[in-house]
């Protein structure tokens, strides 16, 4: 019923830009919080960024300063402005729809999208 799907992703050089989307359809609460995920090759998945339906955000200590969540008016459309890349930032970036509380725990994310991989060469 829901669907979730990424893109933006692809191969950027470090100090690089990258702008990726998330497109959400179907019966989803839109008061909910959505948010970023990453996943790197060997390693756990990690929170990326979140905001919830008052425009409040939450970043990583790691992403801070330099990526930017943000949410259209319809809340249906999220996005992650990612500047001055580097290799670590490297992973298959996952977006999540519906998440129930704030500050937003993985497993407090009701739908996922397939992920779009994101790829900062040196």
């Known amino acids: 019923q829901v669907v979730v799907v990424e893109s933006g992703g692809g191969l950027v050089q470090a100090g690089g830009s990258l702008r990726l989307s998330c497109a959400a359809s179907?019966?989803?609460?839109?008061?909910?919080?959505m948010g970023w995920f990453r996943q790197a090759s060997g390693k756990e998945r990690e929170g990326v960024a979140s905001i919830n339906a008052d425009g409040n955000t939450m970043y990583a200590d790691s992403v801070k300063g330099r990526f930017t969540i943000s949410q259209d008016h319809a809340r249906n459309t999220l996005y992650l402005q990612m500047n001055s890349l580097k290799p670590e930032d490297t992973a298959m970036y996952y977006c999540a729809a519906e998440g129930t509380g704030w500050p937003t725990l993985d497993d407090e994310y009701n739908y996922w999208g397939q992920g779009t991989q994101v790829t900062v060469s040196s």
């Open positions: 179907g019966d989803f609460d839109r008061d909910y919080s």
